[in-house]
T-cell receptor
Framework: AQTVTQSQPEMSVQEAETVTLSCTYD???????LFWYKQPPSRQMILVIR??????QNATENRFSVNFQKAAKSFSLKISDSQLGDAAMYFC??????????????FGKGTLLTVNP | ETGVTQSPTHLIKTRGQQVTLRCSSQ?????VSWYQQALGQGPQFIFQ???????GRGNFPPRFSGLQFPNYSSELNVNALELDDSALYLC??????????????FGEGSRLTVL
């Protein structure tokens, strides 16, 4: 079974600074997707960024980027120029690429990010 | 474009009762999945419905059941409620395209408290 581990229950960052959230995962599959989701106090999960395992290039979405190390099974999220609106719970998630229509996500326990003004 | 909506937003039940949670998927989405998020935990996959058929299930007992309707909305039913069923229940929808790329669109959840 696949597992996702986030070893940092809480992190804090000063506004405009950079912070990195860690995630490791365990799988025997070679084809899969990895995601970072954000859950603000409103509770609605929002996709931040995704990475296809077959792509060597790290994904980037504006201020958000990932460091994907497939051999080490590591997938960290870097947030640059942190903003107050970035404060939320961040979840790392895994999905195997089964080729079918089952889109089950396996989530980590989350990292609570606080942004200090 | 209407997003994923869930009802009710909060509810309180007592142990042994039954509960039904509802979800309207995002327009054009034919796949709905349900997740249970206990306090301080990440969401856990309960099951998924695709075109009115269950096509994936997590490690949850049979007292967790669901339905998907022709308009792709969905229900989650939980019988014989236990205290550990207290959680935020998230519904997520996806289409054939968004599902392939992994993007699920989540609702704001239904917070269930079992006393």
């Amino acid at each position: 079974a696949q597992t996702v581990t986030q070893s940092q229950p809480e992190m804090s960052v000063q506004e405009a600074e950079t912070v990195t959230l860690s995630c490791t995962y365990d799988t025997s599959e070679s084809d899969y997707y990895l995601f970072w989701y954000k859950q603000p106090p409103s509770r609605q999960m929002i996709l931040v960024i995704r990475q296809e395992a077959y792509k060597q290039q790290n994904a980037t979405e504006n201020r958000f980027s990932v460091n994907f190390q497939k051999a080490a099974k590591s997938f960290s999220l870097k947030i640059s120029d942190s903003q107050l609106g970035d404060a939320a719970m961040y979840f790392c998630a895994y999905r195997r690429n089964s080729g079918g229509s089952n889109y089950k996500l396996t989530f980590g326990k989350g990292t609570l990010l606080t942004v200090n003004p | 474009e209407t997003g994923v909506t869930q009802s009710p937003t909060h509810l309180i039940k007592t142990r042994g009762q039954q509960v039904t949670l509802r979800c309207s998927s995002q327009s054009g989405h034919n796949t709905v999945s349900w997740y249970q998020q206990a306090l301080g935990q990440g969401p856990q996959f309960i099951f998924q419905y695709y075109r009115e058929e269950e096509n994936g299930r997590g490690n949850f007992p049979p007292r967790f059941s669901g339905l998907q309707f022709p308009n792709y909305s969905s229900e989650l039913n939980v019988n014989a409620l236990e205290l550990d069923d207290s959680a935020l229940y998230l519904c997520a929808s996806s289409s054939g395209t968004s599902g392939i790329t992994g993007e699920l669109f989540f609702g704001e959840g239904s917070r269930l408290t079992v006393l």
